[in-house]
């Protein structure tokens, strides 16, 4: 069994920071991707960054303020969020893609999410 725990969500003013943690943990072979996404109240989700072993991917709206990063070794990713705006209020899910170590199986697991409110 493999789980998504993330962290670090809060409370903070317009324009402060905060730094997410994802950690995946379990039977693990390999995971390939690890991603952030949002979802705000009313809306659906969205993908805010995905961090691959090529490379990084960002939505338009947190271009240029937020930076994913990855620890392999320890199968976490970070989401630094700068100049949080108060459109980046929202619940925000990691996701773990890869490959289980006890059976090879597909891992495509969600996190149970972290708030952020961005609120003066």
């Known amino acids: 069994q493999v789980q998504v725990v993330e962290s670090g969500g809060g409370l903070v003013q317009p324009g402060g920071s905060l730094r997410l943690s994802c950690t995946a943990s379990g039977s693990i072979l390999s995971i390939n991707a690890m991603g952030w996404y949002r979802q705000a109240p009313g809306k659906q989700r969205e993908m805010v960054s995905i961090?691959?072993?090529?490379?990084?991917t960002y939505a338009d709206s947190v271009k240029g303020r937020f930076t994913i990063s990855r620890d392999n070794g320890k199968n976490t990713a970070y989401l630094q969020m700068n100049n949080l705006k108060r459109e980046d209020t929202a619940v925000y899910y990691c996701?773990?893609?890869?490959?289980?170590?006890?059976?090879?199986?597909?891992?495509?697991?969600w996190g149970q999410g972290t708030h952020v409110t961005v609120a003066s």
């Open positions: 961090i691959t072993n090529a490379g990084s």
């Open positions: 996701n773990a893609d890869g490959f289980r170590k006890i059976d090879y199986e597909k891992i495509d697991n």
